[in-house]
C-alpha cells in the first residue's frame, strides 16, 4: 500500500537526520483527519508545507534548528492527511475556518507559523483572521500568490483550468516527474542534493486520490493564469493591518519572484525582517543550515 511505503521512506529520511518524532491525526472536520509530525524538542512552532510536499521534509530543517519543536502539518490531501475540496467563492474563509481547528486541537495556544508556499499563503490569512492564534509568522519563499507580484509559472496555471487540470494531474506519478517538477522550483544543484528518499516521497505522494482531489480544487480558487487572484492576494491595507511580527526568508533564486516581493512587502508591515539567502523556492531545503540560522537569529 503506499501508506505502508510513505511511513518506511518517512523512518528512513528521520534516521538520516536524527531526529526524534512523533505522529498524530486530528479529526478536523466531517470526514477529514489531518496528520502532525512533531520533530524535535523544545519551544513549539508550527510548521505549514508547499502543495505537493508533505511534513515529513522539514526533518533536514529541524536538524539543523535545535530548541524548537516543529509541528509540522502534513496540508490536507498531502502526505497521510485526508482531502478538502476548497470552493472558489470563500477559499481563504474555508481555509481560516479548517486551520482553526486545527490550531485549536493543538492546544498550544497562541504560538509561531512557518510556513512555505501554499503554507505560506495560509499562514499569513491566519495571522490576520485568527491572530488570537498565532503569536509571530516566519514566511520562507514566495507564500503562493498571497503578495502583490508573484508570478506561477506554466504548470501552475494550466492546473487552474477545471477538467483539464484533472487530466494532468492523473498523468503517472513517478520519482522523473517529480524531479522535472521540483528542478525549477529548487534548483538544479538542490535538486542533485536532494535524499533518494524525499523524491520518491514526493512521487508517492502525488499517486493519493486525496492530493488529486485537493488540488484540483485548490488552485482554481487561488490561481489565474500567470497570476494570483485579486481574491486572496492581501491588499496594502491587510497587511499593514497585521500586527504581529514577520520574518521573510526568500531564497535570492525564488523563481516565483525575486526579494523584491519581501521587501515591499515589509514596508507595509507594522513589524517585518527580510533576509535573503542563496537558493530557491524551497530554501528549508536547499540551504537548510543558512535557513536555520537565519530563522534563530529572527525568532530571537
Avoid at 533536514?60 to 470552493?87: I, K, N, T, W
Avoid at 514566495?142 to 487530466?167: C, E, H, Q, W, Y
Wanted: a positive charge.
Amino acid at each position: 500500500m503506499i501508506e505502508d511505503r510513505i511511513r518506511t521512506l518517512e523512518r528512513e529520511h528521520f534516521a538520516r537526520h536524527r531526529v526524534t518524532w512523533s505522529e498524530r491525526f486530528l479529526d478536523v472536520d466531517a470526514g477529514v483527519r489531518i496528520r502532525v509530525l512533531e520533530l524535535g524538542n523544545g519551544a513549539p512552532i508550527i510548521c505549514l508545507h508547499a502543495a505537493s510536499w508533505f511534513a515529513a521534509h522539514w526533518a533536514e530543517l529541524s536538524a539543523s534548528l535545535p530548541g524548537h519543536r516543529l509541528c509540522c502539518l502534513d496540508m490536507p490531501g498531502h502526505g497521510l492527511s485526508d482531502a478538502v475540496v476548497y470552493s472558489v467563492r470563500d477559499v481563504r474563509a474555508q481555509q481560516v475556518r479548517l486551520f482553526r481547528r486545527i490550531l485549536e486541537q493543538l492546544g498550544l495556544g497562541r504560538t509561531r507559523i512557518m510556513g512555505n508556499s501554499f503554507g505560506g499563503m495560509t499562514a499569513l490569512w491566519l495571522a490576520l483572521d485568527a491572530s488570537e492564534l498565532v503569536s509571530e509568522v516566519v514566511i520562507l519563499g514566495v507564500p503562493a500568490t498571497a503578495l502583490p507580484g508573484a508570478k506561477p509559472d506554466l504548470l501552475m496555471s494550466l492546473l487552474t483550468i477545471r477538467g483539464f487540470n484533472r487530466l494532468l494531474l492523473a498523468l503517472p506519478s513517478t520519482q522523473w516527474s517529480s524531479r522535472l517538477i521540483l528542478r525549477g522550483a529548487l534548483g538544479r544543484s538542490a535538486l542533485a542534493r536532494l535524499p533518494a528518499e524525499l523524491v520518491a516521497l514526493h512521487a508517492l505522494g502525488r499517486k493519493r486520490r486525496a492530493f488529486t482531489r485537493t488540488i484540483a480544487s485548490w488552485m482554481p480558487a487561488t490561481h489565474a493564469w500567470r497570476r494570483g487572484l485579486g481574491s486572496v492576494t492581501l491588499a496594502d491595507e491587510e497587511l499593514a493591518a497585521l500586527g504581529q511580527p514577520v520574518h521573510f526568508i526568500w531564497g535570492a533564486e525564488d523563481p516565483f519572484g525575486g526579494p523584491v516581493l519581501a521587501e515591499r512587502a515589509a514596508t507595509r508591515l507594522a513589524s517585518a525582517t527580510v533576509t535573503v539567502i542563496p537558493g530557491g523556492h524551497f530554501p528549508q531545503l536547499g540551504e537548510s543550515v543558512r535557513c536555520a540560522r537565519a530563522i534563530a537569529d529572527a525568532l530571537q
